[in-house]
């Protein structure tokens, strides 16, 4: 797939990669929908050679699904030893 970016793109590409790799680095990404927020975490974390975890919003979507993805995140970090 060839992508074009454009120079804001490629500093805000910069920026999350950048605190991502850091010791605890984390971001709030705050923005419109559809604007590339988590387009970009994710190239971010694919070049930190990071895997990515998101939980799915849905109407049944309750705290004891919360307490199963959180545990299924905490895994893959502790158990797996993957960057998350």
């Not at 060839?2 to 991502?20: S, T």
């Not at 850091?22 to 971010?44: D, E, F, P, T, Y």
């Not at 699904?65 to 895994?75: F, G, N, Q, S, T």
Request: hydrophobic share 40%; charged share 25%.
């Amino acid at each position: 797939m060839n992508l074009v970016f454009f120079a804001d793109c490629i500093q805000h590409l910069a920026r999350i990669a950048r605190i991502l790799r850091q010791q605890r680095g984390n971001a709030m990404l705050v923005g419109v929908g559809g604007s590339g927020r988590s387009s970009m975490a994710r190239l971010a974390a694919s070049i930190n050679q990071m895997s990515t975890f998101s939980i799915e919003i849905t109407k049944s979507y309750r705290q004891k699904e919360w307490y199963e993805d959180i545990k299924k995140m905490l895994r893959k970090c502790g158990i797996d030893e993957e960057t998350v």
